[in-house]
């Protein structure tokens, strides 16, 4: 089965904080992917990666970057966090052009005081 | 971004009802479909396909209308172990992207 792990389940951090959340996937698949989930709003998609080193802007990147340097791993990364990115993070990678299938991490719950 | 909505309920319904949820798109060249289940706390994870020609699995039925351009997803029998929020997810039509509905929450009780 393919396996994506989230470095933390629960984060707590301060505001202005520099914040790295880690995911990695075991199935060498092509594309990874940052969401956020908040209540009413459903899932965001914050960046995505279609290979080493290559991304893509999503629908809410701003107050966000990411670091795609080897194929299993996709970091996101807060560089100065804010009360308003208190949220539930998920990664998500897939295999192939077409996304046919993502595969979940359990998701980071950040907190941002 | 193409938009998908679906009504975030809740429907509470009783164990052994039948109840469905729509899902509606609004990018036409939208080329594939899906349903995710998400338990609370939890990760989404795929559900079911829709195909042009709908699906059937076990209880679980999903139905494509591409001129109405909406999925549905009609769960027959219902069990406790049902109750969860269902997404809806929307791809192709230019970006390969998949785009994901704000969820229907189900509650089934005893």
């Known amino acids: 089965d393919v396996k994506v792990t989230q470095s933390s389940r629960y984060l707590v951090k301060r505001t202005g904080e520099k914040v790295f959340l880690e995911c990695v996937q075991d199935m060498d698949h092509e594309n990874m992917f940052w969401y956020r989930q908040d209540p009413g709003l459903g899932l965001r998609l914050i960046y995505f990666?279609?290979?080493?080193?290559?991304?893509e802007k999503g629908d809410i990147p701003e107050g966000y970057s990411v670091s795609r340097e080897k194929k299993e791993r996709f970091s996101l990364i807060l560089e100065s966090a804010s009360t308003n990115q208190t949220s539930m993070y998920l990664c998500?990678?897939?295999?192939?052009?077409?996304?046919?299938?993502?595969?979940f991490g359990s998701g980071t719950q950040l907190s941002v005081l | 971004r193409k938009e998908v909505e679906q009504d975030p309920g809740p429907f509470n319904v009783p164990e052994g009802a039948t109840v469905a949820f729509n899902c509606t798109y609004s990018?036409?060249?939208?080329?594939?479909f899906f349903w995710y289940r998400q338990d609370c706390r939890k990760e989404p994870k795929l559900l079911m396909s829709?195909?042009?020609s709908g699906n059937e699995d076990g209880r679980f039925t999903a139905q494509l209308n591409r001129a109405s351009q909406y999925i549905s997803l009609l769960i027959r029998d219902s069990k406790l172990s049902d109750s969860a929020t269902y997404l809806c997810?929307?791809?192709?039509?230019?970006?390969?992207?998949?785009?994901f509905g704000r969820g229907t929450s189900l509650i089934v009780h005893p």
């Open positions: 829709v195909y042009s």
């Open positions: 998500a990678s897939s295999d192939g052009q077409f996304n046919e299938k993502l595969f």
């Open positions: 990018n036409s060249a939208s080329q594939s």
């Open positions: 990666s279609y290979d080493v080193k290559m991304k």
């Open positions: 997810v929307v791809n192709g039509g230019g970006s390969y992207i998949p785009t």
